[in-house]
């Protein structure tokens, strides 16, 4: 079941969208601090949102920038600014598509079901598309994709490269400096704890998808991601 954030501001708008959105059988999660729209956005884990332009301290293009810097999820903007600068803005910054208002819910679903068909289901992924399989895992890297199973979990840049990091060693350790490098350029200037704040990310995806993997420290040295024969085993590098 796919999660859809509503960023707009106007409540009746945004309960309407939420309640059509659910009786088409997605979640619908409603943003209510327009001051951490990317916090909300990870927090809820969502594969779309529904943006919109005039929201309150920040407008929408600003936040469609800071989304679309760890997430390639559909972004649809719904706006009553129909200027043709302004759909060219927001497709600039990295939106999906532009929908005035006022509009039609039919049509805004009809959109909504598009782009996700587009993103996930059934036109997503073309048979030459690149995959790494590992400890029950798959992962399509160029769209920050993590299956495993039925279950599905969108993953951020850096957290892509972590988990194919260690999936392409699985079993054996990868060290924290070859991670620090995978991850970031110049990576002498990461906080030794961001690292460690992705692994806790990742950690937590891994659970939500109800993956028999797990990704252990392995002190001095790195970390490891193991999967469910090694757990059992007891086999540690």
């Given at each position: 079941?796919y999660?859809?954030l509503?960023?707009?501001?106007?409540?009746?708008?945004?309960?309407?969208?939420?309640?059509?959105?659910?009786?088409?059988?997605?979640?619908?999660?409603?943003?209510?601090?327009?001051?951490?729209?990317?916090?909300?956005?990870r927090?809820?884990?969502a594969q779309?949102?529904?943006?919109?332009?005039n929201?309150?301290?920040?407008?929408?293009?600003?936040?469609?920038?800071?989304?679309?810097?760890?997430?390639?999820?559909?972004?649809?903007?719904?706006?009553a600014?129909?200027?043709?600068?302004?759909?060219?803005?927001?497709?600039?910054?990295?939106?999906?598509?532009?929908?005035t208002?006022?509009?039609?819910?039919?049509?805004?679903?009809?959109?909504?079901?598009?782009?996700?068909?587009?993103a996930?289901?059934?036109?997503?992924?073309?048979?030459?598309?690149?995959?790494?399989?590992?400890?029950?895992?798959?992962?399509?890297?160029e769209?920050?994709?993590?299956?495993?199973?039925?279950?599905?979990?969108?993953?951020?840049?850096?957290?892509?490269?972590?988990i194919?990091?260690?999936?392409r060693?699985?079993?054996?350790?990868?060290?924290?400096?070859?991670?620090?490098?995978?991850?970031?350029?110049?990576?002498?200037?990461?906080?030794?704890?961001?690292?460690?704040?992705?692994?806790?990310?990742?950690?937590?995806?891994?659970?939500?998808?109800?993956a028999?993997?797990?990704i252990?420290?392995?002190?001095?040295a790195?970390?490891?991601?193991?999967?469910?024969?090694?757990?059992?085993?007891?086999d540690r590098?």
């Amino acid at each position: 079941m796919y999660t859809i954030l509503i960023v707009e501001d106007d409540p009746k708008i945004a309960e309407l969208l939420r309640g059509d959105i659910e009786k088409y059988g997605y979640r619908a999660r409603v943003a209510r601090d327009f001051e951490r729209v990317t916090e909300e956005f990870r927090e809820s884990g969502a594969q779309m949102v529904l943006l919109d332009v005039n929201l309150p301290k920040y407008d929408g293009f600003y936040w469609c920038r800071q989304i679309r810097a760890e997430s390639v999820c559909p972004i649809l903007f719904i706006s009553a600014r129909d200027g043709q600068m302004d759909q060219i803005m927001a497709l600039e910054n990295g939106a999906d598509d532009y929908i005035t208002k006022p509009f039609h819910y039919e049509v805004v679903l009809a959109k909504v079901r598009s782009h996700l068909r587009r993103a996930y289901g059934e036109y997503a992924a073309g048979p030459e598309e690149k995959r790494i399989e590992a400890a029950g895992l798959t992962l399509y890297p160029e769209r920050y994709a993590l299956v495993c199973g039925e279950r599905y979990a969108e993953l951020s840049r850096k957290e892509a490269l972590l988990i194919e990091a260690l999936m392409r060693r699985q079993g054996r350790v990868v060290s924290r400096d070859r991670l620090l490098g995978i991850m970031w350029e110049d990576h002498h200037f990461i906080d030794d704890n961001t690292l460690n704040v992705y692994v806790t990310r990742m950690r937590k995806k891994l659970k939500e998808l109800e993956a028999d993997a797990g990704i252990e420290v392995v002190r001095g040295a790195g970390y490891v991601l193991i999967g469910a024969e090694e757990a059992d085993a007891g086999d540690r590098p």
